[in-house]
T-cell receptor
């Protein structure tokens, strides 16, 4: 099984809503990632978890809150987002260093 | 910004031709990777080349790395319409127990029949 599964595929939320994006992998990978991608731009790193501990936070606003409940799951909690946060949010995993396996992404629209 | 630059930004070729994309970066790296992304989808890993390697092949793909010039190239030979996608290089910084990939600006490849 070489899949990274992201849910939901699409999410529309208002600026006062609280929602979560979920990511799951069963490849035994110990590193998991959140990337943000705007249209026609490259992915930008947001957070990295290594062995279930947050190892990198790329100065992401606190309205984005990551959580790694166990080695297979990664969540991104969203609260009080702005319209400019609308983007494709990509989750990925890897076996420590090396190639990343990406999910298909969650497309977020903030109204 | 530590983001790498890719050129060309867009490339249109006919099926059967070769496609070459170039990537330049700014910092020391552990490895450099190339990914492909179909429109609005997730990224798919193509090939990884380590900082002590100069060239690597995988099927129709050939990647070169010149760390003295901080540059890499991806060659796709005998292109097919199915190769139409965006291609990104990504540099992995030195250190840590997880990758820290910084993606280049990307090349949009269009392969026509």
């Amino acid at each position: 099984d070489t899949e990274v599964t992201q849910t939901p595929k699409h999410l529309v939320m208002g600026m006062t809503n609280k929602k979560s994006l979920k990511c799951e992998q069963h490849m035994g990978h110990r590193a998991m990632y959140w990337y943000k991608q705007k249209a026609k731009k490259p992915p930008e790193l947001m957070f990295v978890y290594s062995y279930e501990k947050l190892s990198i936070n790329e100065s992401v606003p606190s309205r984005f809150s990551p959580e790694c409940p166990n080695s297979s799951l990664l969540n991104l909690h969203l609260h009080a987002l702005q319209p400019e946060d609308s983007a494709l949010y990509l989750c990925a995993s890897s076996q420590e260093r090396g190639e990343l396996f990406f999910g298909e992404g969650s497309r977020l629209t903030v109204l | 910004s530590q983001q790498g630059e890719e050129d060309p930004q867009a490339l249109s070729i006919q099926e059967g031709e070769n496609a070459t994309m170039n990537c330049s970066y700014k910092t020391s790296i552990n490895n450099l990777q190339w990914y492909r992304q179909n429109s609005g989808r997730g990224l798919v890993h193509l090939i990884l080349i380590r900082s002590n390697e100069r060239e690597k092949h995988s099927g129709r793909l050939r990647v070169t790395l010149d760390t003295s010039k901080k540059s890499s190239s991806l060659l796709i030979t005998a292109s097919r319409a199915a190769d139409t996608a965006s291609y990104f290089c990504a540099t992995d910084a030195v250190g840590g127990t997880a990758s820290k990939l910084t993606f280049g600006t990307g090349t949009r490849l269009q392969v026509t029949l």
